[in-house]
């Protein structure tokens, strides 16, 4: 099944209408919206890092985890002046922390990409522009429930069974406490969700191409003996891989998502001519951690293409 997490049914309301969503009679803690084929189940968290979170424990506490399902965040975001459209995340930074975790590419090969980075409060204008002077060349959005939603999730499943689809809704908003029904919040309110609604058709058709990417046959359940010796190869190679680059557990996660979006965009063989190269110049195995850092870095840029 895919799950999806959005913060406020107002914002989301024209996209799960057209998925023809509605809300289940259970009286549950978080709203939750299902189709008729039983294909989707949408979870309302509330806005934020915390409600987020907390919607995906007490979601698996209520319905549990299987390990066909996946993970789907739509929602708002912020970005710089002239800024419009929706963008699959390719990494997520917490502003919290600095952490950064990378969530699926796989399926939505012609949707742009961003990195979001997940804010505790809503971002003004002045503090986009100066993330953007750090980051040149970036594309860069801004949310407050993504990293949420992945820190929780990470617990159940991999990166590859997530995805995160932000729209952008404005171009930074400081919201002053505390007067949440003030003229100036509801204006702000209004915009995000006029923005979410220009947007929902497109949001539609990505879900829709994520369903028939991931909902197709499952190889690695449902595979030939042959299909099932070439995963195991797979496998062995990218555990390979993993030890000569030194890699901690957070860059193998990495690299292991990195060998699955280049299977599933047909550049294996792509990936495997760079490594031999690697490995030929003498610069694989990694002396250390860092040179494994910095050559992981390397077949990123090789092979992801950055919108």
């Not at 499952?218 to 190869?233: I, P």
Request: net charge neutral.
């Amino acid at each position: 099944m895919l799950i999806v997490f959005g913060a406020i049914w107002k914002e989301i309301k024209d996209y799960g209408k057209k998925l023809g969503l509605k809300k289940t009679k259970k009286d549950t803690l978080c709203p939750v919206y299902e189709d008729e084929e039983g294909k989707i189940r949408l979870v309302i968290t509330g806005v934020g890092e915390v409600a987020a979170a907390f919607a995906v424990g007490w979601y698996l506490g209520a319905y549990g985890h299987q390990k066909e399902d996946v993970y789907l965040n739509i929602g708002s975001c912020g970005g710089e002046e002239g800024a419009e459209g929706v963008y699959r995340i390719h990494g997520i930074e917490d502003l919290g922390d600095h952490k950064t975790y990378y969530p699926d590419l796989r399926g939505l090969y012609q949707v742009p990409t961003a990195k979001v980075y997940t804010s505790p409060e809503a971002v003004d204008g002045k503090m986009i522009r100066r993330i953007k002077e750090k980051n040149p060349g970036e594309v860069c959005r801004f949310d407050m429930e993504a990293a949420g939603l992945y820190q929780a999730l990470r617990k159940v499943t991999g990166p590859d069974r997530m995805i995160f689809l932000k729209a952008v809704s404005d171009h930074g908003m400081k919201v002053e406490a505390p007067a949440p029904e003030s003229p100036r919040v509801k204006a702000a309110g209004q915009q995000v969700s006029m923005k979410m609604q220009e947007n929902s058709d497109q949001l539609v058709l990505y879900t829709k191409r994520i369903i028939e990417h991931y909902f197709r046959k499952e190889v690695r359940e449902n595979s030939s003996g042959e299909e099932d010796l070439q995963w195991k190869l797979r496998q062995k190679w990218e555990e390979e891989l993993s030890a000569d680059l030194c890699a901690s557990k957070t860059m193998e996660l990495q690299l292991f998502q990195l060998c699955r979006y280049a299977y599933a965009a047909g550049m294996e063989t792509e990936l495997h001519d760079i490594v031999s190269d690697l490995r030929s110049s003498g610069e694989l195995p990694a002396n250390n951690r860092c040179g494994g850092k910095r050559i992981l870095e390397t077949l990123k840029k090789s092979l992801v293409p950055i919108c």
